[in-house]
């Protein structure tokens, strides 16, 4: 039987990883397409947002184990990735359109 | 689960390090080594023992070499799986772009291309329509080096320390980046968990006992050395964010990436696709000295660095100049492009923006491309700091257990010591006991490169059954003896690489040093003699028997342990 605490455990290191790449992959994509509906150019944007990128994961990576409800941290990792996500690429096809 | 900020802090310094710790050592190990990578491939290579030169004349020199180039056989097989059909015949593959590529300290040059293939992709989204082809030449006379002489430097350390050399699935790199990620947490959380950070950085106690003293060691090298091993954990997931780590312009953003990429091409003339008419090839040199006439123009006269050409033979081809970024921080750059059948300028690109200026002085601290001899050698000592502080982090994790794994018979401490023997000396023993088979070896010997390889994860196999053998004495609070062994057959080998040097290419220090200088070579077998009295230093040290007294400390220590345990 895996004991509560490993449990709890794996679930923080699994939100942290995956939930971290997650949320900064949503991020990542509507902050480009956000900079170049700005006007700003593409890979300029790119640039930016990978030199912002990972310090947005390792904040989200450490406060994934600091924080007290991993509920919270999960509404948060997830939801922000689809909604990020989902205005990032409606924002493509609005630029492309 | 936790109660407060710091022991959460603690828990993930702790156990993220101690799982990743074992990756960081060779990241920071061999990422130290690939400072010198071209110096250890010289030592590798005796024929390539002679000055380092400029990019040669394309016309005269390069041209007919290219002709010889033959696409790589790996490649093939890899891209056969991915076309319909099967591929011809390699000899009657057409380049269809090329490259050349050398710094400050390469005598020999790289170069490569890509060969067309008649063949449709299996995937249409897939547009890698070609197979690669690459050699290094050597620009004296003109002839490719064997494929069997392994550039140990550049070709095995180098891709070590970003790679793990674990290409099944970019699997080394997936490794590498997820450590890079905890070195940061690890620094940042080491931050929160220890508060007193100045008086840290001044507080090392060697005369202490070996869990005070190696705290300090952490604490200091971790503090000294912070900006330095946080900069190189965030630039690596930089470097490698846009192609491997987050690929989002190449993923879900790929749609907007064409679309700009079109509008870009069309900006900057130059073309996307070649126009099927043949045209013939302007002299390049003419091209070269023209790009060196505007760089001096611009108050940077330089040396190439690197030069491609696209849709060879084509109306539509053209020819990259880049400069070597050998006087600044930054990369090559400051690109000029010519028309390949006229030699006119289609474009000379424009000086950098703020936010590329960043990007490329970040990235270029990083991989270095500078002529800099003394700041090399602070990256080595950095690198080493880095390496320090995560084997001290080992030593700190089983010294502050193993007594209390001792009453409660788990085995939880001997593991973790002797997966740290492994990462440390048996490391550093994979790594020389390499040089050491590439100097017994004879050079002519087919598929040598393979043999140093297997060597190489030979020898670090055999380390870690070694030291697994040996470890018992951890699980009863004590040292394990493998410690000691193996710094002593480090610190032979270490010496036998230099003797063998010596005997087999008649290169020895006094040679290299005073009567015909040569310091890459001069350099790796200081390396190794200093390599070598560490770790005899080392053994000698732990040759003092542990005593009962020192046992009894381990457990009174025991309580100390903090409550993330």
């Known amino acids: ?97 | 689960m936790f109660n407060s900020l710091r022991m959460s802090m603690g828990w993930v310094h702790t156990w993220m390090g101690l799982v990743l710790g074992f990756v960081l050592m060779i990241c920071f190990f061999f990422g130290a080594l690939s400072v010198f990578d071209r110096e250890i491939d010289r030592w590798a290579i005796p024929d390539t023992r002679f000055e380092p030169q400029p990019m040669p004349s394309f016309d005269n020199v390069l041209k007919p070499i290219y002709q010889q180039l033959q696409p790589d056989p790996v490649d093939m097989a890899a891209t056969e799986r991915r076309v319909v059909g099967t591929l011809p015949d390699p000899e009657t593959l057409k380049l269809e772009s090329l490259f050349a590529y050398t710094t400050h300290r390469d005598p020999v040059l790289l170069i490569g291309g890509e060969f067309a293939i008649p063949n449709q992709p299996i995937d249409p989204a897939d547009d890698h329509q070609h197979v690669h082809g690459r050699a290094t030449v050597n620009p004296a006379t003109g002839e490719m080096l064997n494929d069997d002489a392994l550039k140990i430097g550049s070709d095995w350390f180098y891709p070590m320390h970003f790679s793990l050399n674990l290409n099944w699935m970019m699997l080394g790199y997936w490794i590498v980046g997820l450590a890079a990620l905890v070195m940061l947490a690890g620094l940042v959380s080491g931050i929160i968990i220890h508060r007193k950070i100045f008086r840290e950085f001044f507080t090392f106690r060697p005369w202490k006992n070996l869990f005070r003293s190696s705290l300090d060691l952490h604490n200091m090298t971790g503090v000294v050395a912070l900006p330095f091993h946080f900069f190189f954990a965030f630039t690596a997931l930089v470097i490698f964010a846009s192609n491997i780590y987050l690929p989002v312009t190449h993923t879900t953003l790929k749609p907007l990436h064409e679309h700009h990429e079109m509008l870009e091409a069309e900006r900057k003339g130059l073309p996307h696709e070649p126009a099927g008419i043949p045209a013939p090839l302007a002299s390049v040199d003419a091209m070269v000295a023209e790009a060196k006439r505007r760089w001096a123009e611009r108050n940077m006269a330089g040396e190439v660095g690197f030069l491609s050409m696209n849709h060879l033979g084509d109306e539509n081809g053209y020819v990259s100049i880049y400069r070597a970024g050998s006087d600044r921080v930054a990369l090559v750059g400051e690109g000029i492009h010519f028309k390949a059948s006229t030699g006119e300028v289609i474009r000379e690109e424009p000086p950098r923006s703020v936010v590329s200026s960043i990007d490329e002085f970040l990235t270029g601290l990083h991989l270095q491309h500078f002529e800099h001899w003394m700041l090399r050698w602070l990256y080595v000592f950095g690198g080493l700091l880095g390496a320090i502080c995560i084997a001290t982090g080992f030593i700190l994790f089983v010294e502050k257990r193993k007594a209390k794994h001792a009453r409660n018979g788990s085995q939880g401490s001997r593991i973790v010591d002797a997966l740290a023997v492994t990462t440390v000396t048996g490391m550093v023993l994979a790594a020389v006991g390499m040089l050491v088979a590439n100097r017994l070896l004879p050079a002519d010997l087919a598929g040598k490169g393979q043999w140093e390889q297997t060597i190489f994860w030979s020898v670090w196999g055999l380390a870690f059954l070694h030291a697994a053998w040996r470890s018992s004495p951890v699980a009863k609070a004590r040292y394990n003896p493998a410690w000691r062994e193996q710094s002593l057959l480090l610190g032979l080998m270490s010496l036998c690489a230099v003797g063998l040097n010596w005997v087999t290419t008649g290169d020895h220090l006094i040679k290299t040093v005073f009567t015909d200088t040569y310091w890459a070579v001069a350099g790796v077998d200081l390396s190794l003699i200093v390599t070598a009295l560490i770790a005899f230093y080392a053994a000698a040290k732990l040759r003092a028997p542990v005593t009962e007294q020192k046992i009894d400390d381990a457990l009174s220590r025991n309580k100390q342990v903090n409550a993330y345990d």
């Not at chain 1, 006007?39 to 640039?47: N, S």
């Not at chain 1, 991993?70 to 924002?91: C, K, P, S, T």
């Open chain 1, 1 to 97: 039987m895996i004991s509560q605490d490993a449990l709890q455990t794996i679930n923080r290191i699994i939100a942290a990883v995956f939930g971290g790449y997650a949320f900064t992959w949503g991020f990542s994509v509507l902050a480009i397409a956000t900079l170049v509906a700005l006007g700003i150019d593409f890979h300029e944007a790119e640039t930016a947002i990978s030199l912002v990128a990972f310090l947005v994961f390792l904040g989200l990576f450490l406060w994934t184990f600091a924080a007290a409800s991993m509920i919270r941290v999960w509404l948060v990792l997830a939801g922000g990735a689809g909604v990020m996500m989902l205005i990032g690429l409606m924002l493509q096809t609005s630029l492309l359109s």
